[in-house]
């Protein structure tokens, strides 16, 4: 029995062909049809994760808003029907239900006095916040933004109803981060307060008159 020599299997081996340039090419093209579709998953993926990570923080901020909302309502004397800002709203003159302001007595700080607060859904889907001095609305602080993605005017969909007996108010926010394109991922955050206060006959003009640069 004859066993190959070391020169013949070197020979044997040298004469291999390799890959022709038609392989080549259909390898490279499945290679770059896997990585294709690796980095679209991937990129599916990261996009999944920012919009929950900007869903969760918009939720987030509506209900530190109704927490901050419930506070300031429930240590309220006076409150104001949002139907009566007919005309008051700078972002549309007939709107109602997107302001609503109280006489309260909820204090931020120790030696805070009573105050008139006032909140407002501006056209940039923002719930804004500020507050000033009774009978004194040039003191009013600057705009504070309490909370974002809120689509109520998309929606036209009241923010804020107060109640016949103007005790109790409804804070309902729409919220949502992409609104145009995905309608169905509104998330709605309600809540019911009523004053504590406001059965002790408070004269209404304390906040009647609105600050000049809404």
Partial sequence: MRFPTLTSEVQRINTQDGMTLVELMVAMGILSLVLLVFTSTLASVQKSVVEESVRSELNDDARLALQSFDRIVRSGNVLYDPDDEAGNDPYDATAIGFMFRIYTQAKNQPDDGPRCALWLIDDQQQLLYRTWTPLQPDTAIDWRVVATGIVNRDLDEPAFVLDAD??????????????????????????????????????VNVCQELPSDL
Avoid: C, H, K, M
Wanted: proline fraction near 5%; hydrophobic fraction near 35%; aromatic fraction near 8%.
């Fill in 166 to 203: 103007a005790r109790t108010v409804t804070l309902d926010l729409e919220v949502n981060a992409d609104l145009a394109r995905r309608p169905s991922a509104t998330q709605e955050f309600t809540s019911a307060i009523t004053g504590r206060n406001t059965s002790f006959g408070y004269p």
